[in-house]
């Protein structure tokens, strides 16, 4: 009777065990697949420094500054303004992507707004939007009626 009992609390502590070392694999594989997500935000935001370095330059603000008299702009200076909106976009579609894979608990909206108001604040970035939204890669539907939306609530332009 005695080795009956032993016989049964073995296996009822086996299962607990095995039950128990199940839930630490699970909990293993959520923790390594949060690391492998903020390693890919924090790639996500190496790379975002790389373009602007590469595509930019190391001081963008006067090709910024000067926007809003794109009359004296020369062609470099003009490709170095439509990369800087391009980026601003691709930071706007990187945080909504972010928010809808699940990764983050934050308002996407708040940080492309962001984004966006630097695209609009020279008629230049504005007529570039509306040029470029029939063939906006990566941003979506979402993303060209977001930017529209934040567009529409917009007075007039900083500088024209």
Not at 94 to 117: D, H, P, Q, T, V
């Amino acid at each position: 009777m005695a080795s009956r009992n032993f016989r049964h609390l073995t296996q009822a502590l086996t299962v607990v065990s095995v039950l128990a070392g199940l839930g630490l694999v699970v909990w293993e594989l959520q923790q390594a697949r949060e690391l492998a997500f903020a390693q890919l935000a924090v790639d996500a935001h190496a790379i975002d420094v790389q373009e602007v370095v590469a595509l930019l330059g190391e001081s963008p603000a006067e090709v910024l500054a000067k926007s809003c008299d794109a009359e004296t702009l020369s062609k470099t200076e003009l490709e170095v303004l439509h990369a800087s909106f391009q980026i601003d976009v691709l930071r706007a579609s990187r945080l909504r992507w972010i928010n809808e894979s699940g990764y983050g608990e934050f308002e996407w909206e708040e940080g492309a707004k962001i984004s966006f108001l630097r695209v609009f604040d020279s008629q230049r970035g504005r007529d570039w939007w509306r040029d470029s939204t029939e063939t906006m890669l990566g941003g979506g539907a979402e993303i060209i009626n977001f930017g529209n939306s934040v567009l529409s609530k917009l007075g007039p332009p900083a500088c024209n």
